[in-house]
């Protein structure tokens, strides 16, 4: 059983059908494939990782039509992957997953879901990292009577042009969309908790030339991605080395400077935090658009919300028609921890008590033949996503393959496997500037610990899913049947 069918979902799924595995369920709450880029139709919406990496190594596009691809793009590239490798068949649309139960004495997954009960032998969660949208619960929201609406689900109904709008948040999403409906609206208000640290975007449009290029010759699109590959591995020195950082934030510091002559705006863009600490957010855009005369920049907190306007901290109002939440998404609070329950019926949240941890970002003890994608520390600040997702799709193929050759019904990593594991990334986190770079960020968790990034370069992770470890896990009871997902 697979949940989700964004990258990850379908990526698991790819290559259970290239092993030859047809025995097997895509749960998807939603009713097409695409997870995040399915989700987030928000205006200006576009990866901030090259397209030729942002994209499964077995399935290169030759037809991106410009270097970090729109969203739209990115969800047809997702579609036609689901269709050309043949999961759409697999997929249960609407269907999500409520709880999962471990059954002790069956040695398998119990399921609710909105469609009803099923067992699994094996569960692999792609429930996705960005998945859950944040909404700050702001007093008073209940009483706003005009539009409200988060950008993961932005509402295409409701008509912008002319209105007072007031955005909360200043993250990867808000500085997408901020630029593109400045110039609709009549008065925007972007209530700005932190400024973001922000360099120019090498977005371009891909030439004629090059599309014809890779399509003709894929190793050439190929060895491109390999270019950007190693070009943006380097990126994670400057998290790790303060004087790399320097030269960053120097970049950095001038397009503000160039870009916002106001020294006063420039003063509230410009963060106390070292940069890399949040992500850092590649555009042109976004301080252009904070310049223009209908907006304005807010550093007061949101005090309270009334029926047609916001009230900031320092009392000051300001009457509002819609209200969009750039809010981000929950994190560290991995919702579907809530409803997992392993081993002695505990549930994963308490045992992670907010920190959550896994061994490789795929297995945690105590709850047996359960996979996560991108699991605890897989998440980057410098690289591609999938190239993580790939590595632990064939970690989890190959688990699999171990436990369908050995005969075992059931694998379970070491608690000491896991916790020598997470010692090891402590250890690498110490001194990065995610931890030492005086910034509050998803990254962190309630008590303090990285349990989101992968702390290093991404070849090191390469190595270390490249072949399922036995040594670390317990495989135990001889299977009765070669795993399977059956519909009670
Ligand atoms: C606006 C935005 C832009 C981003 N840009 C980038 C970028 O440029 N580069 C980058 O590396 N990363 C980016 N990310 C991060 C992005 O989430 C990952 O890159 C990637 O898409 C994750 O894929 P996934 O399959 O793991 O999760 P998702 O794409 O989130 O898919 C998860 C799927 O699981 C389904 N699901 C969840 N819970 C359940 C349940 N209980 N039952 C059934 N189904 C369920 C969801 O409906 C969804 O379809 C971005 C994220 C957002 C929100």
Redesign the pocket.
């Known amino acids: 059983m697979i949940?989700?069918?964004?990258?990850?979902?379908l990526g698991m799924a790819i290559r259970l059908l290239e092993d030859g595995e047809r025995d097997f369920v895509v749960?998807?709450?939603?009713g097409e494939v695409?997870?995040?880029?399915?989700d987030?139709t928000y205006p200006g919406?576009r990866?901030?990782?090259p397209s030729h990496l942002?994209s499964f190594s077995f399935a290169p596009n030759p037809t991106w039509s410009s270097t970090f691809s729109p969203q739209p793009e990115i969800l047809d590239y997702l579609r036609d992957v689901a269709r050309r490798f043949g999961v759409m068949p697999h997929v249960r649309f609407h269907?999500?997953?409520e709880s999962a139960d471990w059954d002790e004495g069956e040695s398998r997954w119990r399921l609710e879901t909105s469609q009803g009960q099923i067992t699994a032998d094996v569960l692999v969660c792609?429930?996705?990292?960005?998945?859950e949208p944040k909404v700050p619960d702001v007093p008073g929201i209940d009483t706003f009577q005009g539009a409200v609406f988060h950008s993961?689900a932005w509402n295409h109904d409701h008509d912008l042009d002319g209105e007072r709008v007031a955005v909360v948040g200043t993250g990867?999403?808000a500085i997408q969309f901020v630029p593109a409906i400045q110039p609709r609206v009549g008065r925007l208000h972007v209530f700005q908790r932190t400024p973001p640290w922000v360099m120019p975007h090498p977005n371009r449009r891909m030439t004629r030339l090059e599309r014809a290029l890779y399509a003709r010759l894929p190793l050439a699109q190929l060895a491109m991605r390999a270019g950007i590959y190693w070009a943006r591995e380097s990126f994670v020195l400057q998290f790790r080395h303060r004087r790399l950082r320097k030269l960053a934030t120097r970049v950095a510091l001038r397009q503000l400077e160039r870009q916002v002559p106001d020294p006063h705006l420039r003063q509230k863009l410009t963060p106390s935090y070292e940069m890399g600490c949040k992500r850092i957010l590649p555009t042109d855009e976004w301080y252009p658009a904070l310049m223009q005369p209908n907006v304005e920049v807010v550093t007061e907190a949101i005090a309270e919300v009334r029926p047609h306007s916001v009230v900031a901290a320092d009392g000051t109002e300001r009457e509002v028609d819609t209200i969009i939440f750039g809010t981000g998404?929950h994190v560290t609070d991995i919702p579907?921890a809530g409803v997992v329950r392993g081993r002695n019926g505990r549930r994963l949240a308490d045992a992670w008590g907010g920190s959550p941890a896994a061994y490789k970002g795929a297995a945690v003890a105590g709850f047996p033949n359960l996979f996560f994608?991108?699991g605890p520390n897989t998440g980057?600040g410098h690289n591609?996503?999938v190239f993580m997702?790939e590595s632990q799709v064939n970690y989890v193929a190959d688990a699999l393959r171990t436990m369908r050759r050995q005969g075992a019904r059931t694998v379970e990593v070491r608690a000491e496997a896991q916790a020598a594991y997470n010692d090891e990334l402590e250890q690498m986190t110490r001194g990065t500037v995610w931890v030492s770079g005086g910034c509050a960020s998803y990254y962190i968790d309630r008590n303090g610990r990285n349990s989101t990034l992968w702390p290093t370069f991404t070849w090191p992770f390469r190595e270390r899913t490249r072949e399922f470890d036995e040594g670390a896990y317990a495989l135990g009871a001889p299977a009765l049947a070669a795993p399977a997902v059956s519909a009670a």
């Open positions: 949940v989700g069918s964004g990258f990850s979902g749960l998807e709450r939603a695409g997870g995040t880029w399915r987030n919406c990866c901030d990782v942002y269907t999500e997953l792609g429930q996705g990292p960005l998945s993961a990867a999403s998404f579907i994608l991108v980057l591609s996503i997702i």
